[in-house]
DNA sequence: TTTGTTGCAAAACGTTTGCAGCCTC
DNA sequence: GAGGCTGCAAACGTTTTGCAACAAA
């Protein structure tokens, strides 16, 4: 796996794809992905089309559009983490971590493990091309487990 | 895991946990576990919803209220697979699988892996209980890999 | 110049909710 | 008899679509 750090690196992959799948490169899809890159965790659609007001101003309906784009250059991962909505994150710069999601309250925490990993990776098909995957965890966080004690958290 | 088989065993657990959680013993939940019991595969709402018109009229909002009350009591899970509606299926009388989805066409398939399976077991946490996971990996089927090749699959 | 892309608003989609009447307890 | 459950339809929130204007190629 290609650890791809600056916005620059990142650009050109977008670029290639863009050219590649004769896409046009518009600034209302830079803008997008360069808004993407400066933020840091989980976000939807609405989330980044209000982040977006304060800097290049797009429509909802660019921002699926380019989502979507993204997604399918591999450059963002899209999640349907239980909730209506989907949530997607960078699929770049951070190594490969897994879900944990509470099943009372909602919340997502991400952790990262080895063996877990291993596994999955060792796994190959005769006729299936992993591309990628996503483990959820299910189950109850130390709020809801133990409603009694209060966590600062 | 208990291995649960017959309707009977499965309705049993379905009255405790209704007796448990003071919920009503409906005939109209007995009707739509009874038409998952015998259902095979994947499925949603809105497909169980035209099932059951065949034998007991339900409403979509019914449905939708038993499949709550089901996953809860751990008798079926819930997916999101990529898709905007939510998948279930059972969760009793089979082993745990995991989910190949193709990116191209939709197409879900399953599997199981020991080695797989035994990593995420062995995996505990402090601030998290985990009751169960979902594995889904993202990649390519045979007949959208190799387009050319007609597979019988 | 061609045609993919945009913004806007309306539509679509799965799911949830409000409510009157019904039925389990 | 009280109150949870049902069916129905309307409402909901996210995502998609139709269309005219725009702009990348």
């Not at 600056?6 to 046009?24: A, D, G, P, W």
């Not at 429509?59 to 450059?75: H, M, Q, R």
């Amino acid at each position: 796996m290609k650890e791809e750090g600056s916005y620059i690196e990142i650009k050109e992959v977008f670029t290639e794809y863009l050219k590649k799948h004769q896409h046009r490169k518009t600034p209302e899809r830079y803008a997008i992905l360069e808004r993407i890159f400066a933020y840091e965790g989980h976000f939807n659609a609405d989330i980044l089309y209000n982040i977006m007001q304060e800097s290049y101003r797009v429509s909802l309906a660019t921002i699926y559009n380019t989502l979507e784009l993204l997604v399918d250059s591999k450059l963002i991962i899209k999640h349907q983490l239980g909730s209506q909505f989907a949530q997607y994150e960078k699929a770049f710069g951070s190594n490969t971590h897994h879900h944990l999601i509470c099943t009372n309250c909602g919340r997502v925490k991400e952790f990262s493990d080895k063996p877990i990993r291993l596994a999955i990776q060792a796994k190959t098909f005769v006729h299936f091309e992993m591309s990628h995957y996503s483990l959820y965890l299910y189950g109850l966080c130390s709020k809801c487990k133990e409603p009694k004690k209060k966590s600062i958290d």
